[in-house]
C-alpha cells in the first residue's frame, strides 16, 4: 500500500508565503510523475504543478506560474510547493499525488495515488 501524506497547509495573508510537503510512504514504489492539484469550493479541481521524479522537469498551472515552485527529495521520497505572493483565488484544498506512468501530468485520471489534502487559506 502507497501512502500519500500533505502537510503545510494553514492561513497565510495575502502577499504572504507557504510551503507544503507531501510525503511518500508504505510499500516500495517509484513515481514517474508526482503532482499538485487544488479544489476550491464550488470550483472543479486544477492542476498546479507536477514535476518528473528522476528528471526533475516541472510544469505550471498558468495561474501560478512565477509564484509557485515545486521540487522534490528523493532520497525522502517527499515533495515540496513553495508558494509565494498568495493571492486570495488561491484558498483552497490542496492534494499531492503520485503517478507509475509518464503521461500527461496535468491530468488528474493520470495518479493512481491520492493524498487527503491540506487546506490553505488565504487572507486579507
Known amino acids: 500500500q502507497v501512502e500519500v501524506a500533505e502537510s503545510g497547509g494553514g492561513l497565510v495573508q495575502a502577499g504572504g508565503s507557504l510551503k507544503l510537503s507531501c510525503a511518500l510512504s508504505?510499500?516500495?514504489?517509484?513515481?514517474?510523475?508526482m503532482g499538485w492539484f487544488r479544489q476550491a469550493p464550488g470550483k472543479e479541481r486544477e492542476f498546479v504543478a507536477g514535476?518528473?521524479?528522476?528528471?526533475?522537469?516541472?510544469r505550471y498551472g498558468d495561474s501560478v506560474t512565477g509564484r509557485f515552485t515545486i521540487s522534490r527529495d528523493i532520497a525522502k521520497s517527499t515533495l515540496h510547493l513553495q508558494m509565494d505572493r498568495l493571492n486570495i483565488e488561491d484558498t483552497a484544498v490542496y492534494y499531492c499525488?503520485?503517478?507509475?506512468?509518464?503521461?500527461?501530468?496535468?491530468?488528474?485520471?493520470?495518479?493512481?495515488?491520492w493524498g487527503r489534502g491540506t487546506q490553505v487559506t488565504v487572507s486579507y
Open positions: 508504505g510499500r516500495s514504489f517509484n513515481p514517474r510523475i
Open positions: 499525488a503520485a503517478a507509475s506512468t509518464a503521461a500527461n501530468m496535468r491530468v488528474g485520471h493520470t495518479y493512481e495515488y
Open positions: 514535476i518528473t521524479w528522476g528528471g526533475g522537469s516541472a
